[in-house]
């Protein structure tokens, strides 16, 4: 009992004191440029910027003094019907939709990862990345460090009906990689 008791006051230790040293909750913020000559600011609290397919998006981070800045274009959206080559898979829900992804580091270090985006119907369905091979140059999961970038393709297989009002989704970076940084909309 006594051992519990010690590491409930230690974790509340730990955390006033983070707190008290500015550590910061960590929140992604982002803000959308370019395309079209508008440029989004972010609000200073913690928000989801939306864009248009081929706007810049720049997510924001900073946790215990690193500060983390990312620039993301999802650009050059394209439907098929099937993975290119002669054994090409067919999309089990309609088509595939294929976006050219590139990402920047501008401080601080990022992994970037296909799987950190998300293709969201406008009824909230939320479509996963699709196993589709065929389409390169594919974007990897790579760790980039300040001025290092990468770019590849991103497929999912959604429905037809999910374009309509759809729009592709970013994670958040360091504490809030499980939530919604920003989304393009198509």
């Known amino acids: 009992m006594h051992r519990k ?6 974790a509340a230790f730990t955390t006033v004191t983070m707190l008290a040293c500015g550590a910061g909750s960590g929140d992604t913020s982002s803000a959308v440029s370019g395309g079209e000559g508008t440029n989004i600011e972010a609000a200073p609290e913690p928000t989801t910027a939306v864009g248009k397919v081929g706007q810049t998006i720049t997510l924001t981070s900073e946790l215990l003094g690193d500060k983390t800045v990312v620039e993301v274009v999802v650009a050059g959206p ?36 296909p799987f950190n985006f998300k293709f969201v119907a406008a009824d909230g369905t939320v479509f996963e990345q699709a196993f589709a091979v065929g389409f390169k140059p594919e974007l990897h999961a790579v760790d980039l460090a300040t001025g290092q970038k990468t770019a590849g393709k991103i ?32």
């Open 5 to 10: 008791h010690f590491a409930m006051t230690l």
């Open 78 to 113: 394209k439907q098929h019907t099937k993975e290119p080559g002669s054994f090409g898979s067919k999309p089990e829900k309609g088509l595939f939709l294929v976006l050219d992804v590139t990402v920047v580091c501008k401080q601080g270090t990022y992994h970037a990862n």
């Open 155 to 186: 497929v999912f297989d959604i429905s037809r009906a999910a374009l309509n009002g759809g729009r592709v989704q970013i994670d958040g970076v360091g504490l809030d990689a499980n939530k919604p940084a920003a989304y393009w909309a198509l």
